[in-house]
């Protein structure tokens, strides 16, 4: 079975600064997709980047990123010049065939 | 609709007594998810609907939990009996059957068990 493991509880970043949440995951496909969703407390599950397993460029959203690594099954988020909207918990999954597989959480707390 | 719908967005029920979850999707989404999130916790899987294709009811807890869903419209998230063990949020998702595409996700409806 697929696994998705996020081995950081919580994480605070100043505001401004760079943080990278981690992610790993557990596979023998070759073919799949990686996701990091958003859930600020409001509980809406926001898209906040997607990756395809096929691609080896590193996909990036504005002031996200990520970092593939796919021998190693390592999908960090990189978020720079944080703001204060990106107080959230941050959930890595991973997607195949229509199956989701999610991870733990990380919470992120921005501090002014 | 625009997204995915839930309601109630709060639920406060008696133990013991049984709670039905609605769950509209996203028009032309074939595929629908639920999970459920306790406190603090991340998603679990519950049920997974592809159009008319048979459910994975894999992760379904217990007997006291079934799900239904009509062609590609609207779910309904069942739990019998309820315990307090099953406070939590229930998510609901859908998405394109195609590959590449990620889960849209509702608010949730938040269960309280008294």
């Known amino acids: 079975a697929q696994t998705v493991t996020q081995s950081q509880p919580e994480m605070s970043v100043q505001e401004a600064e760079t943080v990278t949440l981690s992610c790993t995951y557990d596979?023998?496909?070759?073919?799949?997709?990686l996701f990091w969703y958003k859930q600020p407390p409001s509980r809406q599950m926001i898209l906040v980047i997607r990756?395809?397993?096929?691609?080896?460029q590193n996909a990036t959203e504005n002031r996200f990123s990520v970092n593939f690594q796919k021998a190693a099954k390592s999908f960090s988020l990189k978020i720079s010049d944080s703001q204060l909207g990106d107080a959230a918990m941050y959930f890595c999954?991973?997607?195949?065939?229509?199956?989701?597989?999610f991870g733990t959480g990380t919470s992120l707390t921005v501090i002014p | 609709g625009a997204g995915v719908s839930q309601s109630p967005s709060n639920k406060v029920t008696e133990k013991g007594k049984d709670v039905e979850l609605r769950c509209d999707p996203i028009?032309?989404?074939?595929?629908l998810y639920w999970y459920r999130q306790r406190l603090g916790q991340g998603l679990e899987f519950l049920i997974y609907?592809?159009?008319?294709?048979?459910?994975?009811k894999s992760g379904l807890p217990s007997d006291r939990f079934s799900a239904e869903r009509t062609g590609e419209s609207v779910s309904t998230l069942t739990i019998q009996r309820t315990q307090q063990e099953d406070s939590a949020v229930y998510l609901c998702?859908?998405?394109?059957?195609?590959?590449?595409?990620?889960?849209?996700f509702g608010q949730g409806t938040r269960l309280t068990v008294v």
């Open positions: 998702a859908s998405s394109l059957r195609r590959k590449n595409t990620e889960a849209f």
């Open positions: 596979t023998s496909e070759s073919d799949y997709y």
């Open positions: 990756q395809e397993a096929y691609k080896q």
């Open positions: 999954a991973y997607g195949r065939g229509n199956q989701f597989y």
């Open positions: 028009s032309g989404h074939t595929a």
């Open positions: 609907f592809q159009g008319n294709s048979a459910p994975d």
